[in-house]
């Protein structure tokens, strides 16, 4: 079983950057399709954005499209979204997660694993 532990969320002023990662831990990711969700107050949570098992296929929320960068670094066993541009609705608990296979599903339900979660707070 993959354990994963995010990091890098903080308080960031309109217009800013922050990089989330995902470093796991137990199992190598390698065979593992990751994904960045967040959930704001209130709302469901939803996805960011999907890499496959190898980088090679990213998908992107609209609302991330231009603006966060998906990537892993399988060698290190981590995941990281760069996210640029930063608006105060991107305001959020980040979460990474995981599933096996090669399938790059957008609903939170169809991961099995998860962190804990980065609070990213974006003030205007």
């Known amino acids: 079983q993959v354990q994963l532990v995010e990091s890098g969320g903080g308080l960031v002023q309109a217009g800013g950057s922050l990089r989330l990662s995902c470093a796991a831990s137990?199992?190598?990711?390698?065979?593992?399709?990751m994904g960045w969700f967040r959930q704001a107050p209130g709302k469901e949570r939803e996805i960011v954005a999907t890499?496959?098992?190898?980088?090679?296929?990213?998908y992107y929320a609209d609302s991330a499209k231009g603006r966060f960068t998906v990537s892993r670094d399988n060698a290190k066993n981590t995941v990281y979204l760069q996210m640029n541009s930063l608006k105060p609705e991107d305001t959020a608990v980040y979460y990474c997660?995981?599933?096996?296979?090669?399938?790059?599903?957008?609903?939170?339900?169809?991961?099995?694993?998860w962190g804990q979660g980065t609070e990213v707070t974006v003030a205007s």
């Open positions: 890499s496959s098992w190898s980088g090679g296929s990213i």
């Open positions: 997660a995981a599933r096996r296979g090669a399938a790059m599903p957008g609903s939170a339900k169809e991961y099995d694993t």
């Open positions: 137990g199992r190598t990711i390698n065979s593992y399709t």
